[in-house]
């Protein structure tokens, strides 16, 4: 089993670059591919970004492609989540979710997920 535990969200200006951080635990968290969703207001939950149980393997939404970095280390059990030029469409509730070894950008594939850190981006 898998615990997570987001944190760095908060509120930033448009064009402002925020870091969040996905804290795992469970002595499994290394076989557990790690992914980054968000939901806005009366929005569906969106994938963002994920990163396979190596690290080795990163997926972007396209519209995040250049724009934000995934990366983990899994001595910390750790997931970061590097976003740069925030926009206010950005705002929203970023989750951590961990499923299995491979990543997917389908929230439907995740077994476990955090609480939830609050980006709010400001024009």
């Known amino acids: 089993q898998v615990q997570l535990v987001e944190s760095g969200g908060g509120l930033v200006q448009a064009g402002d670059s925020l870091r969040l951080s996905c804290a795992a635990s469970?002595?499994?968290?290394?076989?557990?591919?790690v992914g980054w969703f968000r939901q806005a207001p009366g929005k569906e939950r969106e994938f963002v970004a994920a990163?396979?149980?190596?690290?080795?393997?990163?997926n972007y939404a396209d519209s995040e492609k250049g724009k934000c970095t995934i990366a983990r280390d899994n001595d910390q059990k750790m997931v970061y989540l590097q976003m740069n030029s925030l926009k206010p469409e950005d705002t929203a509730v970023y989750y951590c979710?961990?499923?299995?070894?491979?990543?997917?950008?389908?929230?439907?594939?995740?077994?476990?997920w955090g609480q939830g850190t609050q980006v709010t981006v400001s024009s």
């Open positions: 469970g002595r499994t968290f290394s076989n557990y591919a």
């Open positions: 979710a961990a499923k299995y070894l491979t990543s997917s950008n389908d929230a439907g594939d995740y077994r476990y």
């Open positions: 990163t396979d149980w190596s690290g080795r393997v990163a």
